[in-house]
């Protein structure tokens, strides 16, 4: 929020401060803004119990998010409902699918840490003030420079030095496809986030190309996909028969970027060219290189998922690969307010939402989409009534 | 094979003229609303089932009218009443869109509609060349041309025009004259997602004929795109359109004739188009948008 | 006209006051915020045919008190009657459907729409035909001698003209009392007279005008009777302006008269220029052409102030003298060093420019950050330790000298977003003033939402620079700042540099001929 949105109702008394500001150019709040509530909300409350309760932040927040929770999954189940199908039977099966249990906890990890690097790829550039809708794309460039690096190492380097080559392979990728919305709106103003979805299908054109024609298994015979990586390539199993060294790859990339997003300079620059532009730009500060690196590293970020998915999870290139990943991390970055710290738990959350759709899919008989409705109520919650500073803070 | 390409065009940008519209109209007022993409699937699976269901592909039509509407509304209360962030709630929105269809299409994939018929305008579709381009569809594609110039003159010819531009460009002069911004933002959110639900049942009753997820595939945020890079003007609107479903056409036109060039370059075409005319007229798009618009992006 | 000495009472035929009933008469109105008390128990009437002036300083309750009167405000306590009725408090509609018509200083028009749009955006119902629309403003643009052209796009137009026409809508939604906030602000002195004379005009027609300002010229000019208020509270109700002396009114609205700025000054230094711009033409952000061969110097220890009625070039100016506009031809120097024509910020403040922008609230700060943050974004490269900002060398850098006090800076961890206007622009000053020996200050609106003596204190400041040896570049459209502090004046108008005055060797005629003539002047 800038400064411009902070002024109150239109009637606040803006030349009035003892100190007499308001002469500045402050534009009156856009839309509704009721002159009332402002006072409403001072009057002291009726029963002096009732204040004091309501006055608890713990509770009140606490009561809060019981209720957004609880509407969260009544609207849920009442869609379920009008499908016909049992509510308690579906959310039964997606919690056992998710949670339920060690190996559906691991799967819920796995699934966690794509959404988790997608996430970051909308979150370093939102706090720069760009929205990065790109991530879906990103994913699956990473995806093809892990394999571009691979098969350009071809099986000649130990399996720690592979990995570590297709981990840059991907991260350039990502970060390349990244870039050209960057460029574009910093040179031509493009809009980033029209831009950035667009590349998301022709993204999709890509892998599905690679998949069908130049990469195409030989071995595959009617299905589309690509060679399998070998042993040396892949991620080594650490639990269980899927939970992958992979995993840490996300939450060390988020507790890195948190750290460097909270105290580095560099952090602090793109938190100025956030919050205003013109002002970082009359700062002095390089908001052309800014916007670019943020835009990049963000990408770098996404194309990190898409090798530790080809790498850890997938093993293989599929037209398929990740669909919907990019979206779902945009939106566990706005769940989490772009902050990296925060972002690891909505990746968790949003993971396990995910892993619960193919429960769906396999005891329900429902379609694994759906689960989509799920996500989407649970960001409506957060993104609507999540904000408690509005009743509290000013 | 000209002929061909623009029957194709034509035919296959009503869907995305019409989202394009309610986009323009919801941009006018002074909302990003990135929901077009998921009015667009609702409004083709709620005509497609409708149409099933009742035999009746009108009925359909505006079954797939009210779904997006409807879809458009949680768009409205997010951002006019919750003051969310627009980019962000019309993704979910999306979202919401995809998820909805996905659990309430899944039983109709693959089941035959009874289509939108063709209306071969009489006389008009015998004349050479333009007669095939622009005189023989279905109904839905006629209406989409009147629809072009009557929002231009509505926009800039009528009260509710002037009264819709103010929302966008100048929220707080109009609310000093008792009229709500936020009123208004409903009304051109309920018409925008309106005209997206049109443009999904166009695709699903009358164009594909089927139903199937996602079958959208981005033309509700090409339509997004193509406003922009209409500069807001609904004639160039429907232009960009064309040009859009113009390449597309053009792709399946190349690979029937059995060109040497990769399909999948191909498919990329009309994305590729988009994106490139909108980098290029963008610089001369600073000032063009709504000035309330402009705010959006300040984050 | 602004010096016109009003002669007889100009409406000696009219039955005295007191036997008339006020078209407009606000009585006993007391507004609270929270504790503050924004007006106390304040009088303000107003009769057909008559210029009602309400002075005060910035924060005297003026805006507040037309709030009241223009139903945005509920007051606590008093009421509005329109011909000796009462209308509803806080109803802006019931104030115009009682005839109640306001001209807000930030004018409400959307640029976007032509005149005529915005015009029947306003008063316009039934169908809308655009013809009948345009008929009507050039009707009333004829009736009441307005010169406003109805298909003009608003965005187009001058300060000056955006006001006519507000003051046309005014009058075609059929007010009779038009309020009228801070109209000449912005405007050159002979478009001052110019409105002056449009104000005669519709008191001649009977309307009452209420006028809020500060200025004592306009008010002698044009005023019947004058109220003023100082603090919320009323410290003159009424009276005759021409019955006091210009002290006596500057004294009622500002309680003591502060003192005046010395007047003996070090004369500029020769040497290396502190800002050179010689031949400079460039395009504004909209890629219109804004400046025109603009060629002038800024010595070191010399102040130059820049007027020109606003929109005449001097946002631009500042901008491509500190780089944000990229040059379409000339170059820039500061303290000799070429800073470049493809519009990098970086290089002017690297060079030594330090600056005040035209528009703190959107150019200078970042709402979510606090005050101690934006004073290490002073365009020199950030303190750092490693790979960290050294915080406490910011803090050590406030606590090192006496500016912050002097300019009344809140709180060093307030986040910005929570600043009024003209704390805003305290901290934007302050920021300036801590950056150590530059080359080149640039300063826009220096006054602007500042109480008097942090006027006094940011004109000292100003000064301080100047005798250290700092070139000022001065922006501001307060021609009695101009005059009292700058060494030079350059006017702007249209692009062009007008002319080069010296404030002691000039009046204020001749500088607003080159406001609004240019050269040919």
């Known amino acids: ?394 | ?299 | 006209m602004t010096n016109d000495a009003p002669t007889a009472p100009r409406d000696a035929n009219a039955p005295s006051t007191a036997e008339r009933i006020p078209i407009l008469d606000a009585r006993g109105i007391t507004q609270r915020f929270g504790s503050l008390v924004a007006n106390d128990a304040v009088d303000f009437s107003l009769f057909a045919g008559e210029v009602h002036a309400l002075l005060g300083e910035n924060g005297a309750g003026k805006s507040t008190l037309m709030k009241v009167l223009y139903g945005v405000n509920t007051p606590q306590e008093g009421q509005v009657l329109v011909n000796g009725v009462a209308i509803e408090p806080g109803s802006p509609a019931a104030a115009r459907a009682a005839g109640i018509g306001m001209v807000f200083q930030d004018l409400r028009l959307v640029p976007a729409l032509t005149v005529a749009e915005n015009i029947e955006l306003a008063c316009g119902s039934g169908r809308y035909r655009s013809k009948v629309a345009r008929d009507r403003v050039r009707g009333g643009a004829e009736r009441y001698g307005l010169a406003v052209d109805a298909d003009a796009v608003v965005r187009d137009l001058s300060i000056a003209e955006r006001q006519l026409v507000e003051i046309l809508r005014v009058l075609l939604m059929d007010a009779r009392v038009v309020i009228l906030d801070e109209p000449t602000s912005a405007l050159a002195p002979q478009e001052v007279d110019a409105l002056l004379a449009v104000i005669e005009r519709l008191r001649d027609d009977g309307l009452g005008i209420a006028l809020i300002t500060h200025k004592l010229a306009e008010t002698r000019a044009v005023a019947d009777r004058a109220t003023v208020l100082r603090g919320g509270a009323m410290v003159l109700s009424g009276a005759d302006p021409r019955s006091l002396t210009d002290d006596e009114l500057i004294e009622t609205m500002v309680g003591a008269v502060p003192p005046p700025l010395p007047a003996e000054r070090v004369p500029a230094r020769t040497g290396m220029p502190a800002l050179a711009v010689s031949g400079v033409s460039a395009n504004g952000a909209d890629g219109h052409p804004r400046l025109h061969d603009v060629t002038f110097l800024v010595q070191p220890g010399e102040l130059v102030g820049v007027a020109g009625v606003s929109g005449n070039g001097q946002r631009e100016l500042l901008d491509v003298v500190l780089g944000v506009l990229p040059l379409s031809s000339g170059s820039i120097h500061i303290g000799g060093r070429d800073i470049g024509r493809s519009g990098k910020p970086r290089n002017a403040l690297r060079a030594g420019a330090v600056i005040v922008p035209e528009d703190p609230v959107n150019d200078a700060v970042v709402g979510g950050l606090a005050i101690l943050e934006h004073l290490a974004l002073n365009g020199r490269p950030l303190p750092t330790s490693g790979p960290r900002i050294d915080w406490k060398s910011v803090r050590n850098l406030v606590a090192g000298n006496d500016i912050s006090e002097r300019l009344h800076l809140a709180p060093l961890d307030r986040k910005v977003a929570t600043l009024s206007g003209g704390n805003i622009q305290r901290v934007v000053l302050t920021r300036t003033f801590l950056v150590d020996d530059p080359k080149l200050v640039v300063v826009a609106y220096p006054s602007r939402g500042l109480d008097i003596a942090s006027v006094r204190a940011t004109q000292q400041l100003l000064l301080e620079r100047r005798e250290a040896g700092a070139g000022v570049l001065m922006v501001s459209e307060d021609l009695d700042e101009l005059l009292a502090l700058a060494d030079r004046i350059i006017v702007l108008h249209d692009g062009h540099l007008a002319g080069v005055v010296e404030p002691g060797s000039t009046d204020r005629q001749a500088i607003g001929r080159l406001m609004l003539q240019g050269a040919a002047a």
């Not at chain 1, 970020?301 to 990740?322: C, F, I, K, S, Y």
């Not at chain 2, 936020?182 to 166009?202: P, S, T, Y």
């Not at chain 2, 695709?203 to 945020?221: C, I, K, Y």
């Not at chain 2, 370059?265 to 709504?290: F, K, Q, W």
């Open chain 2, 1 to 299: 094979m000209i002929e061909a390409v623009l029957t194709g065009a034509v035919a296959g940008g009503t869907s995305i003229v019409f989202a394009g519209l309610g986009e323009l109209t919801c941009e006018r007022a002074g909302v990003i609303n990135l929901g077009t993409e998921g009015s667009m699937l609702c409004g083709a699976l709620a005509a497609y089932v409708v149409g099933i269901n009742t035999g009746s592909p009108w009925l359909g039509v505006l079954a797939g009218i009210a779904a997006g509407a409807l879809l458009a509304s949680v768009h409205a209360v997010m951002v006019l009443h919750r003051h969310a962030n627009q980019i962000a709630v019309g993704l979910v929105v999306t979202f919401l869109g995809t998820g909805l269809t996905s659990l309430f299409g899944q039983d109709y994939v693959g089941k035959g509609v009874q289509p939108l018929e063709s209306w071969a305008i009489p006389g008009l579709s015998k004349l050479p060349f333009l007669g095939t381009v622009l005189f023989d569809h279905d109904p839905l594609t006629y209406l989409s041309f009147v629809a072009v110039p009557l929002v231009a003159w509505g926009l800039w010819r009528t009260r509710a025009g002037l009264i819709l531009r103010s929302a966008g460009e100048g929220p707080e002069v109009l609310e000093i004259y008792g009229t709500s911004a936020r009123k208004v933002r409903w009304i051109a959110l309920l018409v925008g997602g309106g005209l997206a639900g049109l443009g999904g049942a166009q695709l699903s009753t009358a164009a594909t004929l089927n139903w199937s997820e996602g079958m959208t595939v981005g033309r509700g945020f090409v339509a997004v795109a193509l406003v922009i890079f209409a500069g807001w003007h609904p004639l160039k609107l429907a232009g960009g359109a064309y040009l859009f479903s113009g390449a597309i056409a053009l792709q399946l036109q190349l690979q029937a004739r059995g060109w040497e060039i990769s399909r999948y370059l191909l498919e990329s075409l009309p994305y590729v188009t988009v994106l490139v005319v909108l980098a290029l007229l963008s610089n001369r798009r600073i000032h063009g948008g709504p000035a309330a618009l402009e705010k959006v992006f300040e984050g």
């Open chain 1, 1 to 394: 929020m800038t400064a411009v949105d902070a002024p109150g109702a239109p009637d606040a008394p803006d030349d009035l401060e003892p100190d007499a500001g308001g002469q500045l150019p402050t534009p009156p709040p856009i839309g509704p803004v009721d002159p009332t509530t402002a006072t409403l909300l001072d009057e002291p409350g009726s029963l002096a119990a009732f204040a004091a309760f309501r006055h608890n932040r713990i509770v009140r927040v606490a009561v809060r998010w019981v209720v957004l929770v609880g509407a969260t999954i009544a609207i849920f189940c009442a869609f379920l409902l009008a499908k016909g199908a049992q509510p308690d039977e579906v959310l039964r099966s997606m919690w056992e699918t998710s949670l339920g249990s060690p190996d559906s906890v691991g799967e819920t990890f796995i699934r966690a840490t794509p959404i988790l690097l997608a996430a970051l790829a909308a979150a370093v550039p939102a706090r720069g003030g760009l929205f990065n809708l790109g991530g879906e794309g990103q994913l699956l460039l990473g995806a093809v420079g892990a394999f571009v690096a691979a098969n350009a190492l071809d099986g000649g380097a130990s399996s720690a030095v592979t990995l570590v080559c297709m981990a840059i392979g991907g991260a350039v990728f990502g970060a390349a496809w990244a870039a050209i919305p960057a460029v574009l709106k910093v040179y031509t103003r493009t809009n980033e986030a029209i831009s950035s979805l667009l590349l998301n299908y022709i993204a999709g054109i890509i892998i599905t190309w690679l998949c069908f024609e130049r990469w195409k298994d030989p071995i595959s015979l009617g299905q589309a996909y690509s060679r399998e990586l070998t042993g040396g390539e892949r991620f080594p199993i650490i639990w269980g028969n899927r939970v992958h060294l992979g995993i840490f790859v996300g939450v060390i990339a988020g507790l890195v970027l948190w750290v460097i997003l909270r105290w580095s300079t560099w952090g602090f620059k793109l938190k100025v060219l956030g919050g205003n532009p013109s002002a970082a730009r009359r700062a002095g500060l390089a908001v052309t290189g800014l916007s670019i690196a943020a835009m990049m590293v963000g990408g770098a970020m996404a194309g990190l998922g898409g090798m530790v998915e080809v790498a850890g999870t997938e093993g293989r290139l599929r037209p398929e690969l990740l669909a919907g990943y990019g979206f779902i991390g945009f939106l566990a970055s706005w769940l989490a307010r772009h902050d990296p710290l925060r972002i690891i738990g909505a990746a968790v959350l949003l993971g396990a939402i995910a892993v619960g759709g193919s429960g769906l899919k396999i005891t329900a008989g429902l379609s694994g989409g759906a689960v989509n409705i799920l996500m989407a109520l649970v960001l409506f919650a957060v993104l609507g009534w999540g904000r408690t500073s509005e009743s509290e803070g000013s």
